[in-house]
């Protein structure tokens, strides 16, 4: 449905310029040439996170030590512009190096800012909290796996607790899809990513102050979360 929906409306869009092509206004061509861009611009974005999503494997051989604080900067760097324009304030503390794949890491990184500044507050700039465990913790009471943790917490609309889990499904969206742009995939990407690494990843959400995601990687690269 997700995948039809742009295409649908470039169909639509693009049918009725050839039909009315002689009586209609240049503004509403540039209007429409707008509305078709936004459209395979959405749809783009679609595949593009399909594709990251299906080619995750979930092996753990190729696990290695991975420093979060490079990760941060090179992510804050391919962000300079989105990060800028959106008047955006990222804080972190020192970050733990886990066992992860770095590209990975990467896309992760990526997706969670991605989704702060997105849902940001209309009212307010965005100030993401980046913090971290600086000693190995236990998780859980059943598991009794030492993790680091890592939680973003950012100061945007938030969301209803109840809706905890689904934010993590494929093409699920708390949002108006017109007011809030994006493919479905991210969050779940995300999830997917944490579980090739045997980790953990949670949301916490308050309506009108924000939403923490916390990510946990197990400090033994042979024990797993799942």
């Known amino acids: 449905h997700d995948l039809q929906e742009p295409l649908r409306k470039i169909q639509m869009i693009t049918s009725k310029m050839l039909t009315e092509l002689d009586v209609i206004p240049l503004e509403s061509i540039h209007s ?14 679609l595949l593009e996170d399909i594709l990251k999503f299906t080619r995750i494997k979930n ?31 990222i804080k972190s503390e020192n970050l733990p190096e886990v066992y992860a794949v770095s590209f990975l890491m990467r896309q992760l990184f990526l997706n969670i800012i991605q989704n702060s500044l997105k849902y940001a507050s209309p009212d307010k700039s965005p100030v993401i909290k980046i913090t971290a465990s600086q000693e190995p913790e236990l998780f859980g009471h059943l598991n009794k796996i030492y993790c680091h943790w890592v939680s973003f917490s950012d100061n945007g609309i938030g969301f209803e607790q109840k809706y905890a889990e689904t934010i993590f499904k494929v093409f699920s969206r ?53």
């Open 59 to 89: 092996s753990r051989d190729v696990l290695q030590k991975v420093d979060l604080n490079q990760i941060l900067k090179t992510t804050s760097a391919d962000m300079k512009e989105n990060i800028k324009e959106s008047k955006a304030v």
């Open 32 to 45: 429409s040439l707008v509305r078709v861009s936004k459209s395979a611009g959405r749809m783009r974005i």
């Open 174 to 226: 708390l949002h108006n899809q017109d007011e809030y742009t994006g493919s479905g995939i991210g969050l779940a990407l995300c999830k997917k990513i944490m579980q090739t690494v045997g980790g953990n990843i949670e949301a916490v959400g308050k309506v009108g102050e924000g939403t923490e995601i916390k990510i946990y990687f197990p400090c033994d690269p042979e024990e797993t979360l799942l």
